[in-house]
């Protein structure tokens, strides 16, 4: 059995990642306890669109290189998060709409995935382009009032850009197999892969809380998706009140599917979380394990004990 999720999620060729913010680099708490556990990397918020196209044409890579330099000298490979997305758009990007939006799209694309060419495992080229609720509809946002093929022309972009990077689209409250928003996403996937729009993943955000409870058919979903033929990832995890069982029950139904890449969890303590009053993560403030992380971790060591046998065999 291995003693760290990173060691243990590649037993079965998968990686465990978390969310890296880049202020929080300099805190050797954090950084020690990254940089032991994890193999994967995301910029919490350094590569999105506001970040890295501050100005129009202008591109800054100042704050995503920290992260993505931090990762590759300590071992991670990285995912790109995100290239397209309704939110954190710089001001100039939100008061663009229609064909002058859809240009400033490509560029955007262009110009990230050029600086990091060959360099990113899986990009989330869209973000949560889907509405919540019952409608199964696309989100409202300046990028959908652009066309309804927004989308299909944001990864075309991007398989250009970089044809090494593996091109996922990402979204939240689409792992209940039951829910209008995870069916409209599905009937998308299923569409560009039928029309040979160049699509390689899909990741699973998977904010649990009591609004969005996980569900014990979230493993019928991915298996669904990974039935069009595509990846599947967890890309955000995180858990109210971060039950151990549902922690193992998430963990098991990523091994449980072969096309399941891996998983991310959306930050390190508990304090570093977007959501730190609900506790969801995996360390405590301190830095210590919590019981959450025992059970991901015996999970991906295939259900055995962390710890050594009583008998020392
Ligand atoms: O909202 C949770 C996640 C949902 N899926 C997409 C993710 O990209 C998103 O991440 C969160 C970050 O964890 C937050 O850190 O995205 C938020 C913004 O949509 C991030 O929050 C922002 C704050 O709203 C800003 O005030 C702050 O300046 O973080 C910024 C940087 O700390």
Known sequence: AESTLGAAAAQSG????????SGRLSDSTYTSIAGREFNMVTAENE????????????????????????????GKQVRGHTLAWHSQQPGWMQ????????????????????????????WDVVNEAFADGSSGARRDSNLQRSGNDW???????????????????????????TWAKTQAMYNMVRDFKQRGVPIDCVGFQSHFNSGSPYNSNFRTTLQNFA??????????????????????????????????LGITVW????????????????????????????????????GASSEPPADGG
């Open 14 to 21: 998968r990686y465990f990642g978390t969310a890296i913010a």
């Open 227 to 260: 039935a069009l033929g595509v990846d599947v990832a967890i890309t955000e995890l995180d858990i109210q009140g971060a039950p151990a069982s549902t922690y193992a029950n998430v963990t098991n139904d990523c091994l449980a599917v072969s096309r399941c």
């Open 47 to 74: 590569m999105k669109i506001d970040a890295t196209e501050p100005q129009r044409g202008q591109f800054n890579f100042s704050s995503a290189d920290r992260v993505y330099n931090w990762a590759v000298q300590n």
């Open 267 to 302: 930050g390190v303590r508990d304090s570093d979380s977007w959501r730190s009053e609900q506790t969801p993560l995996l360390f405590n403030n301190d830095g210590s394990k919590k019981a959450a992380y025992t059970a991901v971790l015996d999970a991906l060591n295939g």
């Open 151 to 177: 989308i299909e022309v944001a990864f075309r972009t991007a398989r250009a850009a970089d044809p090494s990077a593996k091109l996922c689209y990402n979204d939240y409250n689409v792992e209940n197999w």
């Open 95 to 122: 008061s663009l709409s229609g064909s002058a939006l859809r240009q400033a799209m490509i560029d955007h694309i262009n110009g990230v995935m050029a600086h990091y060419k060959g360099k990113i495992v899986q």
